[in-house]
């Protein structure tokens, strides 16, 4: 007399699941190492600014953000070389299909063209 009851549940999808933030992270990297590398300068320089001259405070916080970006930006550079990585390997594989269509399509009015000239 039972019956066998259905699973309210859908299956879990495979990985975890992802955030809003992870996904915009994810798809952003160009603007998320920006951000950081922004930051990293901003920082110092509000923080000298009051302490020293504006072109101290503006060179002092330069060589901040960039030697301490080459130790506290590695994650964010790494995925930014993926993504530029993909794009070119996108882009790269959309010229090679463009020029395949092209080839067929220049084989084929080539094709044509001599067909009508062999009377």
Do not use: C, N
Not at 25 to 49: E, K, N, T
């Amino acid at each position: 007399m039972s019956e066998p009851s259905a699973d309210p549940q859908p299956p879990a999808p495979d990985g975890p699941p992802s955030t809003v933030a992870d996904s915009w992270m994810s798809r952003h990297p160009a603007a998320i190492y920006s951000l950081a590398r922004v930051v990293l300068f901003v920082v110092p320089f509000a923080g000298l600014y009051f302490v020293a001259d504006f072109f101290t405070a503006l060179l002092i916080a330069f060589l901040f953000s960039a030697i301490a970006s080459i130790f506290l930006l590695r994650r964010q550079r790494e995925a930014l070389s993926v993504s530029i990585a993909t794009r070119a390997e996108r882009a790269t594989q959309k010229m090679a299909d463009r020029a395949a269509v092209e080839d067929e399509w220049d084989d084929a009015q080539r094709g044509e063209g001599s067909g009508k000239h062999a009377d």
